[in-house]
């Protein structure tokens, strides 16, 4: 479904023969829509921060006779800067995902390491709300191909969500599994939840259910774009299942790296 765009090129030949070529432009007309929606986005994001900034900035010179109030325009002022630190970092690790389909130089990554580190990212945040993190990991450890902070980067992008959008006392499980030929991470959560309409729409990048609470805890709405793209680069998906009022759970699959069997041994040789 969807429209298609041919492209027509007519080439002249000998005598009164001309060659028409037609040719499928569908998939570039995506990918240019695609890249000037990202960057009207792009635009509309970080006016707000900018703006703040220059707001501020007029405000510490208007206060310049009243210390006070610099010291407290200057500690917004950094929490805005930290702001568009992290926008315009996310905002470059997305278009690096969506412009390589793949991954450089996938190496073995063993996802019970990408956990524990993403939980060491988030721990004084959820220390701090008074949540606690959890994760059960298997005996062995499971391994996939691939680039290990990428992995990193999407577990800590849901177990950071998970604990912006609980309340204190709550906990945050992550759990690993292999099922057959796959690798399992669950980061489940006893949240506010995400309403049915939206859950199909929260991987849209700067799609936000709440925008007053995404902006409250530091969110750039981009976090779950950032995930779903590590795991489409890494042949794997992510999926939602959440019931408002009683929490998430964001599962990644990826698939299980197959460990290269020892040749045989040939005939005659000594085993
Ligand atoms: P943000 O920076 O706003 O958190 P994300 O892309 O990470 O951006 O998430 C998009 C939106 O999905 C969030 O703004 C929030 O409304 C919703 N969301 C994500 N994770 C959760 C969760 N664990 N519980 C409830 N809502 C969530």
Not at 55 to 83: C, H, N, S, Y
Not at 251 to 256: C, K, Q, V
Request: contains cysteine; glycine residues 8%; proline residues 5%.
């Amino acid at each position: 479904t969807g429209r298609i765009t041919l492209g027509v090129r007519a080439v002249a030949l000998h005598g009164d023969l001309v060659l028409l070529l037609i040719e499928d432009r569908t998939h570039s007309r995506r990918v240019e829509e695609t890249r000037r929606d990202f960057v009207v986005n792009v635009s509309h994001e970080l006016k707000t921060p900018v703006g703040g900034l220059s707001l501020l900035a007029e405000a510490v010179e208007d206060a310049k006779d009243d210390p006070e109030a610099v010291a407290r325009f200057a500690g917004r002022m950094q929490i805005e800067t930290e702001r568009l630190g992290r926008l315009v970092r996310e905002i470059v690790e997305l278009s690096r995902l969506q412009v390589a389909d793949t991954l450089h130089e996938p190496v073995l990554v063993d996802v019970g390491s990408c956990v524990v580190e993403a939980f060491d990212h988030v721990q004084l945040v959820a220390d701090d709300r008074d949540i606690a993190l959890v994760h059960a990991l298997p005996p062995v450890p499971p391994q996939v191909y691939g680039d290990p902070e990428l992995i990193t980067t999407a577990v800590r992008n849901l177990v950071a969500n998970a604990v912006n959008y609980s309340d204190a006392g709550t906990r945050v499980v992550a759990t690993v599994r292999t099922l057959e030929e796959v690798v399992e991470i669950a980061v489940s959560d006893q949240g506010r939840g995400i309403p049915q309409e939206e859950q199909g729409r929260i991987f849209e990048r700067f799609y936000r259910v709440d925008t007053a609470r995404s902006r409250a805890t530091g969110g750039t709405g981009l976090g779950l774009a950032i995930v779903k793209h590590v795991c489409v680069n890494h042949g794997g998906e992510v999926s939602v299942w959440s019931e408002e009022g009683s929490g998430s759970t964001f599962t990644i699959r990826l698939p299980l790296a197959v460990p290269e069997r020892e040749a045989p041994a040939e005939p005659g040789e000594d085993v």
